[in-house]
């Protein structure tokens, strides 16, 4: 079978409520979801659109924290705040089957926001056995995240040492923040848990820019990557008109 992608409802279909924003993308061929945070929407209503289209959402993200924060999860002394989003993503995870959850670290640098990741992970990996993610994001849009490199995620998913703690490779970030991206993919392959993607540098749809994605997407179904992969672009305007690159 060929590959799949989902559709990234943080980006995609934003103008709409998340459950017809899951309706569109089930029409317009996506094969799977995700969406970055639900947590307004009551659960149950993501439910009954996953269940009437039959797609599933593959990941979301724990909340980000107070006004210009991006994730607590690295933050010494905001532990049990990290804790706390971590049990809430795990309970709308749960009661809408998602796949993933990432775990996102916010901005914080040095040896004790590492310890403070770590025991977070630690935590949100012995709470479910869902898979967690942990993502590099790239110094231009998020100056001062913690995580910057899949380096430096690698090194933390082999501290952490859980089965269910995986890299998501965001192509878009990687580019941005190390290039290489097909010898990343080959090489990660076996930590990485989700992969997503957007033109290089304006975050766009995968059809113009310094990545070509025609050959990514064949590098990710050479090495039999199982999972839909995550168009997470911004379309500057309406979905549809730039969903070219899905039809070819
Ligand atoms: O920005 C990204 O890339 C993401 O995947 C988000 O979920 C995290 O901000
Ligand atoms: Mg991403």
Same mark, same amino acid.
């Given at each position: $079978?060929?590959?799949?992608?989902?559709?990234?409802?943080?980006?995609? &279909?934003?103008?709409?409520?998340?459950?017809?924003?899951?309706?569109? @993308?089930?029409?317009?061929g996506f094969?799977?979801?995700?969406?970055? &945070?639900?947590?307004?929407?009551?659960? /149950? /209503?993501?439910?009954?659109? +996953?269940?009437?289209?039959?797609?599933? $959402?593959?990941?979301? !993200?724990?909340?980000?924290? =107070?006004? =210009?924060? !991006?994730?607590?999860?690295?933050?010494?002394?905001?532990?049990?705040?990290?804790? @706390?989003?971590?049990?809430?993503?795990?309970?709308?995870? #749960?009661?809408?089957?998602?796949?993933?959850?990432?775990?996102?670290?916010?901005?914080?640098?040095?040896?004790?926001?590492?310890?403070?990741?770590?025991?977070?992970?630690?935590?949100?990996?012995?709470?479910?056995?869902?898979?967690?993610?942990?993502?590099?994001?790239?110094? *231009? #849009?998020?100056?001062?995240?913690?995580?910057?490199?899949?380096?430096?995620?690698? =090194?933390?998913?082999?501290?952490?040492?859980?089965?269910n703690l995986? +890299? $998501?490779?965001?192509?878009?970030?990687?580019?941005?923040?190390?290039? #290489?991206?097909?010898?990343?993919?080959?090489?990660? +392959?076996?930590?990485?848990?989700?992969? /997503?993607?957007?033109?290089?540098?304006?975050? =766009?749809?995968?059809?113009?820019?310094?990545? !070509?994605?025609?050959?990514?997407?064949?590098?990710?179904?050479?090495?039999? &990557?199982?999972?839909?992969l995550g168009?997470? *672009?911004?379309?500057?305007?309406?979905?549809?008109?730039?969903?070219? &690159?899905?039809?070819?």
């Amino acid at each position: $079978m060929g590959l799949t992608f989902s559709a990234n409802l943080g980006f995609l &279909w934003q103008e709409l409520p998340l459950p017809d924003a899951i309706r569109a @993308a089930h029409r317009a061929g996506f094969a799977a979801v995700e969406c970055h &945070w639900p947590y307004d929407v009551p659960a /149950q /209503q993501v439910a009954a659109a +996953l269940s009437g289209t039959g797609l599933r $959402m593959l990941g979301l !993200n724990t909340r980000r924290g =107070g006004p =210009g924060e !991006n994730g607590l999860s690295a933050l010494p002394a905001r532990g049990a705040e990290a804790r @706390a989003a971590v049990d809430e993503a795990i309970a709308y995870a #749960d009661a809408i089957d998602a796949g993933a959850i990432h775990v996102m670290a916010g901005f914080a640098t040095g040896q004790e926001a590492e310890a403070a990741f770590i025991d977070t992970l630690r935590y949100a990996c012995a709470a479910t056995t869902r898979t967690i993610l942990i993502e590099p994001l790239n110094s *231009y #849009d998020a100056p001062g995240y913690f995580l910057t490199t899949t380096a430096q995620a690698e =090194g933390i998913i082999a501290k952490v040492a859980a089965p269910n703690l995986r +890299l $998501m490779f965001d192509c878009y970030h990687v580019q941005l923040m190390e290039g #290489d991206v097909t010898h990343k993919l080959e090489r990660l +392959l076996p930590i990485i848990g989700h992969i /997503q993607f957007a033109s290089v540098p304006d975050r =766009g749809a995968p059809d113009h820019g310094e990545l !070509n994605y025609p050959h990514i997407f064949a590098v990710a179904e050479r090495l039999g &990557w199982p999972l839909p992969l995550g168009a997470e *672009y911004k379309p500057g305007g309406p979905t549809e008109p730039t969903l070219g &690159w899905l039809l070819r």
